[in-house]
């Protein structure tokens, strides 16, 4: 239920934004983190927490091959 999370987000002093999909969402987190070495915070069922974690390993792998490919191709 979005419209609760984003009434409660409302009254806290948070930045956030919506996103399409837990995935994309997390990107965007990661994105605006890095810019500002804020905290991520994932909120709703279980099984968003389940997809954002599953989100999370795929970026680290994704990072993990980019270093790797980086560090090969010196």
Do not use: C, H
């Not at 930045?15 to 399409?20: G, M």
């Amino acid at each position: 239920e979005p419209e609760k999370v984003i009434e409660i987000a409302q009254q806290l002093p948070l930045t956030y934004e919506l996103a399409d999909s837990v995935e994309i969402g997390l990107t965007r987190a990661l994105e605006l983190a890095a810019e500002t070495d804020d905290l991520i915070i994932s909120a709703g069922s279980m099984f968003v927490i389940a997809e954002a974690m599953t989100a999370w390993k795929k970026q680290k792998q994704w990072q993990k091959a980019q270093e790797n490919y980086e560090q090969n191709s010196k």
